[in-house]
RNA sequence: CGGGGUGUAGCGCAGCCCGGUUAGCGCGCCUGCUUUGGGAGCAGGAAGUCGAUGGUUCGAAUCCAUUCACCCCGACCA
């Protein structure tokens, strides 16, 4: 109840009282042929937007008002943190990229425009850049920090793909905060606010979900974490543990128990014929043993030289994490004509015997469990058992660079993760210096000294969670939404409309409900009942009432759409009933 | 950007392979009557540049070429 009362005073949510036949809620029987997804096909059956373009979008009435809703808690949430809300340009003069570097990072996902004078403009996918400026101009004492500023707007990226809907719109709502600070400790303390604000968002919007460690992305920045709702079609893989530890897959290190691989060395190398057996899965049946006990190479090119990369044969490289410990976003795999003209054997049959001098070996970390190795002897159709490293070639250099997967150990409790799949809401980031330093935004310290900026940024995707909501919670007959971000608390069905003393009674209720602060839809269209609860049940309002046949008997029916629980009350009874689940 | 698929009434689809009346079906929509507790019944009705352009042909939704849009699968992110 005094939920309700306080949701009241936000705004959005003025329209406290409809009727379905004046309304603009188009929903449809069928699925549209463009939808994948339970949360896309719910979202275009219920009426809550409708496609402009390929990831372009129109919230319609209802779906307008579910987001407001989860605006208003994160308003609330943020506000409570001791964020201010601001709200920034859109449109963004080309310049400040180029001065940020963003420019080459960011590419063909910035949406670019000129002006009638031939002046290029981008669309604002984030506002680091924007933000920075107004630090830099206003904020020039350690006296002003720290500070924490916060907008809610419409943000462009050119999708390479837009998908599911609004889930990877080109065209998004996203709330973006950026805080300033003299230290680490200050920005510390702000994100582990952030942090917190993020979690009660999401649990306040009813869903489950994990705070992951994450990649910073092109946003960059040291300390990142994810907010993940799960969700069976979640685009994001997690890998999480009892312990409470979670991870994005891509970042997890991949940790195995210590088990050995590969027989003990029984003497020097020797070569094994492995006539057209190209995957390690080939060789692998082909010489009786498991993939575990071969060694992937792979052959990779990082500036003017070339470099290989030593992986157990069961596991995937991760391209990220290669990246970033070799710190060169260029890498790329040699072409077979390369690797021939490297290596002397054709593609399949490498391996890190016998590479021209001076070729820096990389190994993953897991490559010490082997006491010996089967690899490819840089000769076609051949391939070396019994390889030893360090006896038969030299690693430079050993490190995490598989991808982990599901069953790996978790680095806190060493017990086994589970992955799942998420969507990712929120995304939070230290950035440290980063813009501030490109940008030349400083402050000047108690002894007059100028510093950069430390700086955070968090970033929560608002017409995301709209569908991360629904793809976790709907059913087969349509959306179930959690009462804090319903499109309405309560709907009323008359059946018989034709009927005045159902009709009365609706309307009484209606007004009673109005009254005590609860939004209300009333399907009052003419039209044969089942159409009306299927329609009630798609859009997923918390509690409806029906006024039908029962009402000779004085009562009315309260359904909950989340239980499908059904009580029979006494009209008189029905609002406080009512007040009463709506209040749990 | 690479690979696959689809464009026919507001929505979902058939017709296309094998060219030939007036382009069809279901849902929805409009009018009237009946019906009102699980996607109603009867009667009548409106609604289409067959994605676009060009070609082949006596004749094109159908064959050919070009092009656009949308969806799905891969490398990115709120």
Redesign the pocket.
Known sequence: MIAILKRLTGNGTTMAKMRWSESCI????????????PS?KLML?AGLIK?L????YTFLPTGFKVLKRIENIIREEMDDAGCQEVLMPILHPEEIYEESGRLK?FGP?LFKLQDGRKRTFALGP?HEEVITLVARDEMRSYRDLPQCLYQILT?F?D????????????E???K?AYSFHVSDESLDVTYRRLEKAYCRIIERCGLDFRVVE??????GGNESH??MVLADNG??RILSCDCGYAV?L?RATASEKDEKRGAPGTGAFKEVETPDQKTVGDVASFLGVTSREIVKTLLYRSGEKNIALLIPGDREVN??KL?RILDDPEIRFLEPGEIKEFTGGPVGFSGPVGLPAGTSIYADNLIGSFDSMIVGANKEDMHLRDVVAGRDFEIAMSGDFTMAREGDLCPKCASKMNKSNGI????I?KLGTKYSSAMKATFLDDKGKSHPFIMG?Y???????VAAAIEQHHDE??IIWNPAIAPFDVIL?P?????AE?MKVAEEIESGLHERGLSVLTDD??????????????IGIPL?V??????KDG???L?QRATRQ?D?IPVGDVLEKILEFAGD
């Open positions: 188009p929903t449809l029987k069928e699925d549209p042929r463009e939808a994948e997804i896309h059956r496609k373009t390929s990831g372009v990072s996902e984030t943000k990226r999708e390479i793909r837009p998908r599911y809907g609004v889930m990877r719109a080109r998004f709502i996203m973006d994450a990649e910073s992305g092109y946003i994810e907010f685009e994001d994005n891509e391209g990220i990246v990712e809401v929120g995304h980031f940024c970033g929560f995707g608002v017409s995301r969670m007959d349509g069905l059946l018989n409309t034709n009927d159902v269209r003419s039209l044969s009942p089942g159409v009306k609860f299927k329609d009630s049940e798609l409806r029906t006024i039908g046949k029962k009402l009562k009315v029916e359904f059904v029979d």
